[in-house]
């Protein structure tokens, strides 16, 4: 019988070049107790990972990190990669070839932004909900938060606000108590954040929903839904993300990875499958 090879930091390495966040830079550094500002720590971010894991890779984010361990099998290091990125979902957007006509183009951001509100702002209003419900549950909404149906659902690119501005993707519905609710999406593809852009926004969300933040619940309203999605996050980033508290940061990879975990198969289709294989490459 065959041995099996020892398995050392470098796939373990090479899975962390396509995450982002706390998670990849505790991999990439190998130091769990590594984390920038304002994110949980490393070590607490792993453990949280690894509860959504199985394979061999859940056991060597449990084993703190990059313990050398033996690798039963390609088996186990395929389902290992299964967990991360959904392979075995069969709608995933990883089963879609790119869209032919921007193989050669490279996108800029108010084509990403259009593109992504023209497909979340379907004809269909299940569709379109579907679609928004997914969005907003990767971004952290509460289910309770966004009612058992969504009302007045829309997503808008490149929506006006005062100063002259406007903001990248801003999706907007109504919950089951007739609030106005709110999420800002900032989206970045080499540029940075400019001054005075996100307390602008913020200002402009805090307008829409008034009404739900000045209800006073038991429980209190969830955070502002602020985001700030770029390829990977840079010292730019940092710096805008450290005066405007209420706004987080994800990557455009990890968005898309866990969109696809909660979109229901019935609100997809092969086009915007292809869209966000797309913009994966887009964003790598």
Request: with cysteine.
């Amino acid at each position: 019988m065959r041995a099996p090879e020892p398995f050392d930091a470098g796939p373990l390495q090479r899975y962390s070049d396509r995450l982002a966040g706390p998670v990849a830079y505790a991999l990439r550094c190998g130091k769990p107790d590594f984390a920038p500002p304002g994110w949980p720590s490393g070590q607490e971010a792993l453990r949280r990972f690894s509860e959504v894991l199985s394979g061999a890779l859940a056991r060597v984010v449990q084993d703190r990190l990059l313990r050398v361990r033996q690798l039963p099998g390609w088996r186990q290091a395929r389902q290992a990669m299964e967990d991360v990125f959904g392979f075995h979902y069969a709608h995933h957007f990883f089963h879609a070839a790119p869209l032919g006509w921007v193989v050669r183009v490279k996108l800029r951001e108010p084509q990403v932004t259009k593109a992504i509100a023209y497909f979340l702002h379907s004809e269909d209003h299940g569709t379109r909900a579907g679609r928004i419900r997914a969005l907003l549950t990767v971004l952290g909404c509460r289910r309770d938060e966004m009612g058992a149906v969504l009302r007045k659902v829309q997503a808008t690119a490149e929506a006006p606000v005062a100063d002259k501005r406007s903001i990248d993707l801003l999706v907007e519905w109504q919950d089951d108590r007739g609030f106005e609710r709110g999420a800002v999406i900032e989206a970045k593809f080499g540029h940075g954040v400019t001054t005075g852009q996100l307390p602008a926004y913020r200002r402009h969300l805090r307008r829409i929903e008034r009404r739900y933040r000045q209800a006073g619940d038991i429980d209190g309203p969830e955070p502002p839904l602020l985001f700030v999605v770029s390829p990977s996050f840079r010292k730019s980033d940092a710096h805008a993300l450290a005066r405007n508290k209420c706004w987080r940061w994800r990557s455009w990879r990890s968005l898309l990875l866990a969109y696809d975990r909660f979109l229901d198969p019935q609100h997809d289709d092969e086009v915007f499958r292809q869209f966000r294989r797309t913009l994966w490459d887009r964003a790598g």
